[in-house]
């Protein structure tokens, strides 16, 4: 499954920005999708995950009540909102699909990633 993320970008702190990954197969609607993102320095870590049929989500503690992650499987579509945006959440961000299904991974499919910068 390839994946392609989008939407990132330079956004001042408070502000929204909605990531958007695109996949080229059609098996991706009966995959979970997630998002996870690398700050410079720290460990790539789990942000957001979402089941095939987007009966179960779950955040990082983090960004619970900000984000919103939601997929489109008739677009091969996955979707990660983002309202207020911290400078924390600086990183750059990567869409991943699971073949197990579980929100939370292991993801073997990754997209190559687009940077989200939140100044303050």
């Known amino acids: 499954v390839q994946l392609q993320a989008s939407g990132g970008g330079l956004v001042q702190a408070g502000g929204s920005l909605t990531l958007s990954c695109a996949a080229a197969?059609?098996?991706?609607?009966?995959?979970?999708a997630g998002w996870l993102r690398q700050a410079p320095g720290r460990e790539r870590e789990f942000v957001a995950g979402?089941?095939?049929?987007?009966?179960?989500?779950t955040y990082t503690d983090s960004v619970k009540g900000r984000f919103t992650i939601s997929r489109d499987n008739g677009k091969n579509m996955v979707y990660l909102k983002m309202n207020s945006l911290r400078p924390e959440d600086t990183a750059v961000y990567y869409c991943a699909a699971s073949r197990s299904g579980n929100v939370r991974g292991p993801y073997e499919y990754w997209g190559q990633g687009t940077q989200v910068t939140v100044s303050s």
């Open positions: 197969s059609h098996t991706y609607k009966t995959y979970a």
């Open positions: 979402i089941n095939w049929d987007s009966s179960s989500t």
